[in-house]
């Protein structure tokens, strides 16, 4: 599969500034269509629940202040937008060019965000997306865009490093969501300098090494080196360390190869990579 478009959510927050600087550098790199979306909420949906005792005054007071908010955050969002294509140098265009070069467009559409994300991303090759967990709505878009889109998504670091998927790392177990991650990160494999398979521990039996892995590669034009790491007790700072020693800028991640539930309640690999990892994460569920 070709990366030929991608969808970045912005939400009129700090996370906007890093999506965006991140959705470009993928867009120039694949010749790709970015749409930058903005959803705006539904007044009736951003106040709380209506009680008896409340009167028409304060709930119209509500629905002006959610209005006025949500007018705040499309105006930083679009400002992040078109500060990223004076920046990038990218066209901007609603149709599809003769040409093959990026373009960019800018959507609004208006609901609950995280389902318009889900709805709009699965019509999408990649989905940019930036997490911060201390905000609730940004945690529920962005598991909306990794759990209920099909696509693979590319989770914009705090800092944007200097370059993205020229060293490219894949955290391999031999799992079905690992199989997906590469399968849908082959465009990048194929265009990075460098890809490196880790294995953390024993892989388990019955499944393929990463050896087995970097062989199927060569029939894609991809040469990987094989990095088995025998540390057990912590598997996300194990993938961290290798990441570091091979300079990897970009790391292909499968997630929630266990019970999402359980990893969310006890902890698990995919949420201490989102919590600890300062690189960009291709993500596939």
Request: glycine share 8%.
């Amino acid at each position: 599969m070709a990366i030929r478009t991608i969808l970045a959510p912005v939400a009129g927050t700090a996370i906007d500034e890093r999506v965006m600087e991140t959705a470009f550098r993928m867009a120039k790199r694949f010749d790709a269509h970015l749409e930058a979306l903005f959803v705006a909420a539904e007044p009736q949906d951003a106040i709380p629940i209506v009680g008896e005792g409340m009167s028409g005054l304060i709930i119209e007071e509500m629905i002006r202040a959610a209005e006025n908010e949500t007018e705040k955050r499309e105006v930083s969002g679009k400002a992040s937008f078109e500060a990223a294509v004076k920046a990038s140098g990218v066209e901007t265009s609603d149709t599809p060019s003769r040409e093959t070069k990026p373009t960019c467009a800018w959507r609004k559409d208006s609901g609950r965000e995280d389902e318009t994300v889900a709805r709009r991303g699965r019509l999408f090759d990649l989905v940019v997306i930036g997490r911060d967990p201390k905000e609730a709505s940004a945690s529920l878009t962005f598991d909306a865009a990794l759990m209920e889109t099909g696509r693979p998504i590319l989770v914009a670091p705090e800092t944007a490093p200097a370059t993205v998927g020229e060293k490219v790392m894949i955290a391999w177990n031999g799992g079905v969501e690992a199989a997906r991650a590469v399968t849908s990160a082959m465009p990048l494999l194929r265009s990075a300098k460098e890809v490196t398979i880790v294995s953390i521990g024993d892989v388990p039996y019955g499944r393929a090494c990463g050896k087995a892995l970097a062989e199927q590669f060569r029939w894609h034009g991809v040469e990987a080196r094989v990095v088995d790491n025998t540390e057990t007790s912590n598997v996300a700072n194990a993938l961290i360390s290798e990441a570091e020693k091979c300079g990897a800028d970009t790391i292909v991640l499968g997630a929630y190869s266990h019970s999402r539930f359980k990893e969310m309640i006890l902890g698990g690999v995919t949420q201490d990579m989102l919590a600890k990892c300062t690189l960009p994460l291709w993500i596939m569920h």
